[in-house]
């Protein structure tokens, strides 16, 4: 079974600049998430979909991070305009059950780094 | 969801047991107990979860105390691959709920040869 595909692996830009991360879930997982992990830190939850609808972005800086699932497959998470603290390692992860689900599979993440 | 504590960073020989604890004493009666780990350069891994029997599978065994204010995990014979951040989440499962999996800085286990 493939597992959660995220790209680009690496992403090097200049603050300001705009980025865009894309993620394709496991198939036939319905709900899918975007985890932020600044270094040293744990992952920080920033968007929950449930299909193609939001369950939970109350973490998301609304104000330059956007997220889209359109079709209630894959995902893109994009950042305009970045800042340095936007640096950090962006984890999509998907689960096969509702929102209640606690078994998450998690891609190997997009590092950015915002100079 | 309830809080966590876990120790920041252990070791353990290669072939040993690791126990790896958890503190989580202001659980609720239906937040379970959650445990991921994250390789170095690697998304988390979900290892095993519980609510207040114990659990084992392939990976390792989940104590949960009588009065599941604590647990541990055990992983029976450690091998230099499970050096790894291991994160400890407890969470409301409800069928439904909307409940976050909420990362700690989770306790990073060395394993030495």
């Known amino acids: 079974e493939a597992g959660v595909a995220q790209s680009p692996r690496y992403k090097i830009i200049e603050k300001r600049q705009s980025v865009a991360f894309w993620c394709n879930p496991i198939?036939?997982?319905?709900?899918l998430y975007w985890y932020q992990q600044i270094l040293g830190q744990g992952p920080k939850l920033l968007i929950q979909?449930?299909?193609?609808?939001?369950?939970?972005d109350s973490q998301l800086p609304k104000d330059r991070f956007s997220a889209e699932r359109l079709k209630g497959v894959d995902s893109t998470l994009k950042i305009q305009p970045a800042k340095l603290e936007d640096s950090a390692v962006y984890l999509c992860?998907?689960?096969?059950?509702?929102?209640?689900?606690?078994?998450?599979?998690f891609g190997e993440g997009s590092r950015l780094t915002v100079l | 969801d309830a809080k966590t504590t876990q120790p920041p960073s252990m070791d353990c020989a290669e072939g040993r047991a690791a126990n790896l604890p958890c503190n989580h004493s202001?659980?609720?009666?239906?937040?379970?107990v959650y445990w991921y780990r994250q390789i170095h350069s690697q998304g988390p891994q979900y290892i095993i979860h519980g609510l207040k029997n114990n659990e084992t599978n392939e990976m390792a065994s989940l104590i949960i105390t009588e009065d599941r204010k604590s647990s541990t995990l055990i992983l029976p014979h450690a091998t230099l691959r499970d050096t790894a951040v291991y994160y400890c989440i407890v969470r409301v499962a409800l069928i439904g709920a909307n409940s976050k999996l909420t990362f700690g800085k989770g306790i990073t286990l060395s394993v030495r040869p």
């Open positions: 202001t659980i609720s009666g239906n937040e379970y």
């Open positions: 979909f449930q299909n193609n609808g939001v369950v939970d």
């Open positions: 198939s036939g997982h319905a709900t």
């Open positions: 992860a998907s689960s096969p059950g509702g929102p209640g689900s606690g078994e998450l599979f």
